[in-house]
């Protein structure tokens, strides 16, 4: 996918990879909001945080993010710290 090779995180990417080999389904990659300029991917799936951050994050270079406002759309996911792109799936009810 191009929009993937795009992105300067290797972690975001793994990442991405990962859940797209594990049949998760992308529904946007972009500049989600005004506010943030990076790429974000969006997956239309809860995502298992602590087992990524396990498995991907030695370092800890990711940090957790939630959205739970029902009008802008409930999600969650991980943002590298440096690059400030992010992977994230629906929000888990």
């Keep these: 996918m191009a929009e993937i090779q795009q992105l300067k995180s290797d972690l975001i990417k793994k990442i991405v990879r990962h859940l797209l080999g594990n049949g998760h389904q992308i529904t946007f990659v972009g500049k989600a909001w005004s506010k943030?300029?990076?790429e974000w991917v969006y997956f239309s799936s809860v995502l298992d945080i602590d087992l990524l951050k396990e498995t991907f994050?030695?370092?800890d270079k990711l940090e957790y993010h939630e959205n739970r406002d029902p009008k802008s759309g409930q999600e969650m996911g991980l943002v590298d710290k440096e690059t400030g792109e992010a992977v994230m799936g629906t929000l888990k009810v």
Aim: proline residues 0%; neutral net charge.
């Design 36 to 38: 943030i300029d990076a």
């Design 57 to 59: 994050d030695k370092k």
